[in-house]
């Protein structure tokens, strides 16, 4: 047997917890499964004192991660700390020019270093790897980087964040508002006290740059992602879309067109009936359309400490087993420029809402604004003077209706250009609220 | 750039032709993806006059795929030939006694001769890959083998045949006889001439097999498979079971227990709500339970040639790379030999479907067969004088009524102890169906 891997941790939250308790619970059947004994050797993590029910007493203890990245009796340095710049950062730089391979969960780092941090890797002859950055167990990194080597893909489609579907889960199944919901979830532990980067789509935008990049040779480039979160969403749209056949999920998509890739997290109408339709709750899922597989689609727990510690173990797991592969699946120096498409050039259908004054007029007045850009409607549920669960308090809810529109393939262009002369008729109370329906 | 990677390839049938056409469509890719360029040198097919729409022009041509396999222009052995022994056999061996990588989609061969092919790929050092034996384009092999190497798998069910599960699904939608779907499949080609081999769950044990072993790390054993096939579905089973909330589907299940390991492959009642129960049409699926990554599952398509052809390019990617794992996950030498539990100790719930006699008595001996095995039902439905569609012609079908009966955990032991009572005291008029049921 080959001499053992030896681990530095840097970060000891519930990932890295889970980690240290993976690797004592399954170190025998790693060892023969890699050929080599993977051997924590060293920790570090701010509270020293903490109990975290792990057994850390023949561990060399860090105060400072770069240090630890530093220190020539480790071969794999292993990021659990969290954050794009700062220690994180820091440790990883450090221990890739030291020559270490890195297995890291740091989507925001990634999405921010990514390109750099591979070209990094690949001179100094190491892994880099991060399973565990997207889709917490999911195998998708591996999956687009190694088993789909042989497919050009065209399109892939996610739910990248469990605390938003699991909020939009709950409010389409018990007709709770957005907010209660959210507070639900901040109570069980699966959002944060701010919310903002996991509601607004910041979250699901990181990883969608990470899988882009995979899937399409491109380089990362997070800033071009068009994001909406998922904060505008009612109980109003919840209900119409349910109507509708459909549901409401923050998705984030990719897929390449004449014009570039386009690259977009927001929130999507999916027949209920679709697979994707179907991931409830905090469960994530991948969906992949490729040319030779067709349509892949992987479904498992997008967040947790075990889940992701799977991850984690497995891109341990290949480095121990001496599988040498490039950060994003193609040699830095290969990567084609990121080319965006233009987001206002998606085409599809759209479901809008808007809150009409009820007078005479003014629906025949939005119908034209629709007809004029050429958009076709494919059904139209006007609810009469039944003001909504969490409608916006216009004042008079009585004097407005709900109009609901849903279109035949249309341009966004379209739709804004129209939605924009509706608003400036005045016949609306309120800014429409518009969302992208994807067939799937 | 390394020099390239030469591959040999014999059998041109659907598959294989699809592999030649992924290559030259995505051949510079894959050269990036790699660092080398995989380049096919030779094949070996019956007949070499057939139109396959593929330039081979540049490519040596083998009669004897054996002659082939021992070539020492080739570094890689493709084997799309199938059957468990033969040529397929023969070549495969070859080409790992010379020393060469094997790609295979041989689930046959790999199920009768895995262990010793695996020992043998392990004493030359070399590779012998098979994405593309289990579940077509599913990456399910890499997840288990790599992806997963930090878990301990507890269970895992499959939706391994698109014959079956087609003609599950067309049974369920349209309400069309088993029959008449089994001619739509062979005329559709998705199912042979003779379909035993699909819809006697053979071919799904094949796969189950090489699953099995990599799950749990224990030999491959095919013939302790409990196996029983989709033949017996009549329409009023499958409307029973959708009237009770479940859909029927031909899984393959391995978990293990106390006991050891079961494997198992037959038609089961799965919840219409749950993940595998929407799984439909001649997709594939595999479902995994694991300690630490909680639940994944894959779907895709399970058969094909451009999918499948995708899975053996990853394996032929992997190989080019550099990447090399022992072809169980682990060395054939560490495989436990396979510990058989007993399916007769299989606890769970069971549909059960009786044709009664319609006289005075009937019901409450058979409740009360069911009640000295300990065997509390859940549901019951009595389908009165509906002789029912494909109904089996019992000469007088006015005189028996269709009982439903669905139980709450038990066992198999004491279900077909209570059966066989019911059938001695002469009160049903056929043999009883009884189908398990996973809550899943």
Redesign the interface.
């Known amino acids: 047997m080959q001499s053992s891997l030896r681990l530095g941790l840097a970060g000891l939250g519930t990932v890295g917890a ?1 980690v240290v308790r ?2 004592a ?2 170190g025998d ?2 060892a ?4 080599r004994r993977i051997s924590l050797r060293a920790v570090s993590a701010r509270d020293r004192t903490r109990d975290r029910g792990i057994d850390l007493a023949n561990v060399n203890w860090f105060q400072d991660p770069v240090k630890l990245a530093a220190n020539p009796d480790i071969d794999v340095f292993v990021e659990l700390i969290g954050g794009a710049s700062g220690p994180a950062e820091e440790s990883v730089r450090t221990a890739l020019e030291h020559g270490k391979h890195v297995v890291t969960a740091n989507k925001a780092l990634l999405a921010r270093h990514g390109v750099e941090l591979a070209r990094l890797a690949e001179k100094k002859g190491v892994s880099l790897n991060f ?1 565990a950055a997207v889709a917490g ?3 998708i990194i ?2 687009l980087r ?7 893909i065209t399109r892939l489609a996610g739910i990248l964040n469990g605390t938003c579907n699991y909020i939009l889960t709950r409010m389409e199944r018990e007709r709770i508002s957005f907010d209660e919901c959210l507070k639900d979830a901040q109570r069980l532990g699966y959002a944060e006290a701010d919310p903002t980067f996991d509601v607004g789509g910041f979250d699901t935008a990181h990883k969608l740059a990470l899988l882009t990049s995979l899937a399409f ?1 491109s380089e990362i480039d997070v800033d071009q992602i068009f994001i909406e979160g998922i904060t505008s969403i009612g109980l109003p749209d919840i209900e119409a879309a349910d109507e509708l056949g459909y549901r409401i999920k923050l998705l984030a998509i990719a897929e390449k067109n004449e014009g570039g890739i386009e690259q977009r997290v927001h929130p999507t109408l999916v027949p209920k009936t679709s ?1 994707i339709g ?1 991931v409830d709750g905090v469960l994530n899922a991948v969906a992949v359309d ?12 997008g967040a ?1 400490g ?2 992701t ?6 891109d ?3 480095i121990a ?6 950060t994003m ?3 830095a120096e ?1 990567m084609k420029p990121y080319r965006k498409s233009d987001v206002e050039s998606h085409a599809g259908g759209f479901y809008v809402r808007l809150s009409v004054y009820d007078r005479p007029g003014a629906f025949a007045a939005i119908a034209n604004r629709m007809a004029e850009r050429g958009i076709s409607l494919e059904s139209i549920v006007q609810r009469a003077g039944r003001p909504m669960a969490d409608q916006p308090n216009t004042g008079s809810p009585a004097m407005t209706r709900q109009v609901i529109m849903v279109t035949y393939q249309t341009t966004e262009a379209a739709i804004r250009e129209a939605l924009a002369r509706i608003e400036q008729d005045g016949h609306v109370s309120d800014p429409a609220q518009f969302i992208r329906i994807e067939a799937m």
Do not use: Y
């Open positions: 889970s993976l690797l619970k399954h059947d790693l023969v499964r890699c050929g399973e167990g999911i195998p591996k999956t190694e088993a789909l080597a042989g497919n050009e040779g697979a179907r490729a040319d030779f597989v067709g349509k892949l689609m992987l479904v498992g727990p947790g075990d889940a510690a799977s991850s984690v173990v497995g341990i797991a290949d087993r001496g599988t040498a592969l490039n699946g193609r040699p290969q």
